[in-house]
């Protein structure tokens, strides 16, 4: 199986429906993503654009009425042997792919701890589970590893929080030991999906510091699934912006942020709160999704972008260049198009992020 050289997970033409009491809905439609060993990559979009589908896809956990109507999420490591192997993720058979893939190789953050824990079981059991399961060993060996994963993960008395249960920890405690957990097999990849929703502002900083502190000690490579913008500046070197199961724009941080080309990413930035804008209110992208039971013709974003031509009605636009690392879909950058740049308060805005960040750094 070909992947691209330095990739060590690789989604190509990932394309996924799901069957409904209303029909088919054509919810993953021919999705490319590479993420390379060590790198943060964000996933970033709307509710519904398919953000969590596309990384559930990976291990396994697509519910019962989907369907892979084609595609290939290709993985790169080494194997017990000290080899390299490629796999297809997708062709495994579903208890191989938990077996030695899920956990140990690729482990998965969700936004919600409490649905994430067992409410019965002690957090030191709940750990030393993983442990177990995939490194094999003693008890006396698990225990020694889930205590030194729950001081990694900056819990303190780490051998008096063994013996909680997850309702006697805080939020913010209860995410770092599914980080914990997460870690507990050693994996490649790391996936949050939105792994700091449920928690106060202060907290979710905290745990954001954590992910790349863990990362930078493991050598980990993360993919962060998120709507939020704010969260991508502070993790990310890559982003993927997803819009009806559809990656539109990709790009390091920097050309997303202060660069963007689709007009679907503007709306993404100019609704960011900004304490500096003249603005007293927030701006949105007007209008709704498209229902993808009934797939659009052309782009599927033509219908909310004021930018639209009449071929956006007619053909989805592929993706443009725009640098070697910088690509995006929107017929505004093909080279017969009238030349549209972004509105001026979000050049405003980002002239002024840019100046801010140059200031911090």
């Known amino acids: 199986m070909e992947m691209n050289e330095n990739a060590i997970l690789q989604f190509v033409n990932l394309d996924i429906s799901f069957r409904t009491n209303a029909g088919v809905v054509h919810a993953i439609r021919g999705v490319n993503l590479d993420l390379q060993k060590g790198e943060t990559v964000a996933i970033v979009g709307e509710s519904g654009s398919g953000k969590s589908v596309t990384v559930k896809a990976a291990v396994g956990l697509l519910d019962g009425n989907a369907t892979v109507n084609s595609g290939q999420i290709l993985y790169r490591y080494k194997g017990d042997d000290g080899t390299e192997k490629v796999v297809d993720l997708l062709a495994m058979d579903k208890r191989e792919l938990r077996r030695t893939i899920n956990g140990s190789r690729i482990a998965m953050v969700f936004q919600d701890p409490m649905t994430s824990l067992d409410p019965t079981m002690t957090i030191g059991k709940q ?9 094999k060993g003693d008890k006396a060996q698990a225990h020694a590893r889930a205590l030194e994963l729950l001081q990694l993960v900056g819990i303190t008395d780490a051998e008096k929080r063994m013996k909680n249960y997850p309702h006697q920890l805080s939020g913010g405690m209860r995410q770092r030991v599914v980080i914990a957990i997460a870690l507990a097999s050693d994996p490649d990849i790391l996936i949050c999906d939105e792994p700091t929703t449920a928690l106060d502002v202060t907290i979710q900083a905290r745990i954001l510091e954590l992910i790349k502190d863990v990362q930078r000690r493991l050598g980990l490579s993360v993919i962060y699934i998120t709507h939020d913008l ?19 724009e990709v790009g390091n941080v920097n050309e997303i942020f202060y660069d963007p080309k689709h007009p679907y990413t503007w709306g993404l930035l100019a609704a960011m709160p900004d304490l500096e804008t003249d603005d007293d209110r927030l701006a949105s992208i007007p209008g709704s999704p498209p229902n993808l039971l009934h797939e659009p013709v052309g782009d599927a974003f033509a219908a909310r972008n004021a930018y639209a031509m009449a071929i956006d009605e007619k053909i989805d636009p592929p993706m443009f260049k725009v640098s070697d690392t910088h690509y995006a879909a929107t017929w505004l950058l093909h080279p017969n198009a009238p030349k549209v740049e972004m509105p001026d308060e979000l050049k405003t805005r980002i002239a002024r992020s840019r100046k801010e960040a140059e200031a911090y750094l």
């Open 127 to 135: 750990i030393m589970e993983g442990i177990l399961l995939h490194k």
């Open 230 to 248: 704010g969260v991508v500046a502070k993790v990310a070197d890559y982003v993927n912006v997803m819009y009806a199961g559809k990656i539109i």
